[in-house]
Each structure stands twice: as C-alpha cells, then as structure tokens.
C-alpha cells in the first residue's frame, strides 16, 4: 500500500483547522508547520498528529517547503487550513495512489466558497490545483504570494473537489485583500512604471474582466461581489506599487 503524507501550513486557524484536519486524518502522516500562532491552533493541531512544528513567518514558500522536507511517505497531499477533502476525493485519491502510475502529480479540482456560496463563475470552477504529487518530483515555486507546487513528469487531473471556504466573512475578505496585495505589490513593483492613469484603467479592467467576460453576473449578488473583489485588489495593488515607486516612507 503507498503511504501519504498531508501538508497544512496553519497561523491562527482555530476556526479553521479542526475541520481541516478531521478532513485528512485519514492520511498515514499529517505534517502541520505553524507560525507562532496566538490562539489555539497548535493545541488543536496535537490532537491529530504529534508532528506539529513552528516556524517564524517567513513567507508562504519557507512554510512549504519546511513541511515538505519533513515529509517521510512517497505521496504528497497538500492543502490549506480553510480547504476540506470531501469524502469522494479521499477514496479518489486512495485509489489513484494504490495503482501503477505514470503521473508524478495530479490536480485537483477546488470548489470556491464566497460567503455561504459556492461561486461557479469568475473561473472560481474548477479552479484545478496541484496537490497531489510524488515528494521526489516536487519543487515549490519560489513565489511572495499564488505560489504553487510543481512536478517534474506527466500531470493527470482527478474528478472530485476539494472544498475550499476561502472568503467566509467580509471582515476576513478586506484583510486578506489589503495582505495579498502588499504581496503582489512588492513582487511585481519592478516589472512596470506606473502612471496615474493605471490606478483607474486597470482596476475597471479587473471588474469587467471578471462580471461580464468571465460571467460573474450568474452568480448574481454573490459574482458581483466577487467582481468588486478582483477590482479592489488591483486597485490596491497598483495603488501599492505607485506608493513604492514614487513616495519615500522609511516606516515601510
């Protein structure tokens, strides 16, 4: 029987991690690396697996990779704290690990929560991620934020989702808006000038992009919400890289 091992890098989930790792305790190893957390995910975390390391926060990618080196079994399943294996896939996955294989990873399909609704526009469906894979075959791109494993070989894709309650309040939505594009802003604030005319363009761009090309307007209040979303980052995140460019804080 193969063996593997589940990835969760975890920094004040308490709300979110039981749930998640009720989710995986079907795996033979649960590796959880958490980052000084405050509340009580390290002690919930313990009641899964003894295997609960800490680590300063040093960005998602020294997360990872952290948890993948303590990693001991062939396969690799890596997920977030808000992100849950339905049962389909847990038997998808079991089977797909226990056959003769010619893929070195798979993705899987994610199934986007936006408040209490799954969101099927916007490309939020299905949304596929690499998170199934061989450890031997693995890197990790090196990212500040969307950063991502990837695989040396040939890739499948599986059939079942993994559920992913990525936007469960607004409150949590705006902080993880003004966090990803500081982010974004420092990684990309080399690449292009930008001009006064960016911090309306593009954001308008992002709307339009999202409601009308990529039919948010079928989710109805819920797509254009998540439409306002994408715009409020990109607004944010040139607004940001304007700020870098342009205005000397030394409290940056």
């Known amino acids: 029987m193969a063996k593997l091992s589940a990835l969760i890098i975890a920094g004040d989930e308490e709300k979110n991690i039981k749930d998640c790792l009720e989710s995986v305790k079907w795996a033979d190893e649960i590796i959880v690396v958490d980052s000084e957390s405050k509340d009580k995910t390290v002690e919930i975390a313990k009641e899964f697996t003894d295997k609960v390391y800490i680590k300063k926060w040093e ?10 080196d303590r990693a001991s079994n062939e396969w690799i399943l890596s997920i977030d704290a808000d992100e849950r294996v339905s049962e389909e896939l847990k038997n998808e996955i079991l089977q797909i690990i226990n056959q003769n294989n010619i893929e070195s990873g798979y993705f899987i399909p994610r199934r986007n929560y936006f408040l209490d609704k799954i969101i ?26 969307h950063e991502g494993f990837s695989v040396k070989g040939e890739v499948g894709h599986l059939k079942n989702d993994l559920i992913h ?3 469960q309040t607004l409150i949590s939505t705006f902080k993880k808006i003004n966090e990803y594009s500081s982010l974004e802003a420092y990684e990309r604030v080399n690449k292009k000038k930008i001009r006064p005319w960016d911090l309306v363009l593009h954001p308008i761009a992002a709307f339009l992009n999202h409601f009308i090309s990529r039919k948010g307007y079928k989710d109805g209040v819920y797509g254009l919400m998540v439409s306002l979303v994408h715009m409020i980052t ?13 205005v000397k804080n030394e409290r940056q």
């Open 59 to 68: 960005g998602f990618v020294p997360q990872r990779r952290m948890a993948l």
């Open 120 to 145: 099927t526009s916007c490309f939020w469906y299905p949304d596929y991620q690499l998170r199934l894979f061989k450890k031997e075959f693995a890197s990790i791109e090196d990212r500040k934020v």
């Open 165 to 167: 309650f990525t936007h």
């Open 234 to 246: 990109n607004m944010m995140t040139y607004m940001k890289m304007w700020e870098l460019q342009n």
